[in-house]
């Protein structure tokens, strides 16, 4: 089992509507959780990070934690074709404060069709 | 804003050769991260260094090193390269006192023929 888990899609959804992204995690000791965004052969790009549990709102993106189930959603409001990507979802064990890697799951590829 | 520099960004070698990548953080910032992303994987993660230490080890091959310099630019090194190695190599730095948020340069694409 990997230790961070996501649907590799494609996950397709029409121009202005919500894209639900979803990823769970193995480590119940992982600390932080991050979304990166990568679009084909160019590098991740950070998207949101959240460290505890509830919500967190940035412009169109809402990432959601719940550490008791070990899950990490992105959610992406008004989609746009530009937002045709792959998402990472990146979980951090260490402690903020500590030099510890990523550890990415394998990406959800999404596309928002016209 | 200054970004993670990497160099080369393409590289073309033949089986058994060598090839070097440098990485240049993000100024500030402490930590570095080496990571290899096959076509259609995930980013692997390999090696990083924290103040010019090794902090960590992945699933890097014993014909890979790497190192960081007192100007916390660092080097990875592939001797005997083999087809399997063709991939993109990511370069990350980040902060370790903060939020220890990574950020990717654009990455050097090694070829393997």
């Known amino acids: 089992q990997k230790e961070v888990e996501q649907n590799s899609g494609p996950l397709s959804v029409p121009e202005g509507a919500i894209a639900s992204l979803n990823c769970t995690y193995s480590?119940?000791?992982?600390?932080?959780f991050f979304w990166y965004r990568q679009y084909s052969g160019k590098s991740p790009e950070l998207i949101m990070s959240?460290?505890?549990?509830g919500d967190k709102e940035d412009g169109r993106f809402t990432a959601q934690l719940n550490k008791a189930s070990q899950y990490v959603s992105l959610l992406i409001r008004d989609s746009q074709p530009s937002d045709s990507a792959t998402y990472l979802c990146?979980?951090?064990?260490?402690?903020?404060?500590?030099?510890?890697?990523?550890?990415f799951g394998t990406g959800t590829r999404l596309q928002v069709t016209l | 804003a200054a970004g993670v520099i990497q160099s080369p960004r393409h590289l073309i070698k033949e089986k058994r050769e060598t090839a070097t990548l440098k990485c240049y953080p993000i100024p500030r910032h402490d930590t570095v991260y080496w990571y290899q992303q096959g076509p259609g994987q995930d980013p692997q993660f390999l090696i990083s260094?924290?103040?010019?230490?090794?902090?960590d080890k992945g699933s890097i091959p014993d014909r890979f090193s790497a190192q960081q310099f007192s100007d916390y630019h660092s080097e990875l090194n592939m001797s005997s390269l083999e087809l399997g190695d063709s991939a993109l190599y990511f370069c990350?730095?980040?902060?370790?006192?903060?939020?220890?948020?990574?950020?990717f340069g654009a990455g050097s694409r090694l070829t393997v023929l």
């Open positions: 260094f924290y103040e010019k230490m090794q902090s």
């Open positions: 480590d119940r000791g992982s600390q932080s």
């Open positions: 990146a979980v951090n064990g260490g402690m903020t404060g500590t030099a510890s890697k990523l550890t």
């Open positions: 959240i460290y505890s549990n």
């Open positions: 990350a730095s980040s902060e370790a006192s903060g939020a220890n948020v990574l950020t």
